[in-house]
């Protein structure tokens, strides 16, 4: 069965830093493009960051702040946030295609692909 994860969300004052982690089973990372969205109440589901064996891609509200990187060994895709503000505040998915396939949505979790039950992070000021 395949299965995503996520953990690593919690509650942190704004210039803080968290590590999102997004852990598979029943297949692997490495055969698919991963991406991390988010969605705050109210607002869309977004794009936050994605990576595939050629490329990586940031939000430019992110890009210079979040690092997005992929541990084989582990099967795992993390999501390193630093500087985080109050606009960082979702619950953050993250979310494998096969590769060309990314799906862009307007509500978190898509209908396409494999995705996780999602983490909160939130930020305060």
């Known amino acids: 069965e395949v299965q995503l994860v996520e953990s690593g969300g919690g509650s942190v004052q704004t210039g803080e830093s968290l590590r999102l982690s997004c852990t598979a089973s029943?297949?692997?990372?490495?055969?698919?493009?991963v991406a991390w969205y988010r969605q705050a109440p109210g607002n869309e589901c977004d794009v936050v960051s994605h990576?595939?064996?050629?490329?990586?891609y940031y939000a430019d509200s992110v890009k210079g702040r979040f690092t997005i990187s992929q541990d084989n060994a582990k099967n795992t895709v993390s999501l390193q946030m630093n500087s985080l503000k109050p606009e960082d505040t979702a619950v953050y998915y993250c979310a494998a295609f096969r590769p060309g396939d990314l799906e862009f949505t307007s509500e978190c979790p898509g209908s396409f692909g494999y995705w996780g039950q999602g983490t909160q992070v939130t930020v305060s000021s």
């Open positions: 029943g297949f692997t990372f490495g055969d698919s493009d």
């Open positions: 990576i595939s064996t050629t490329s990586t």
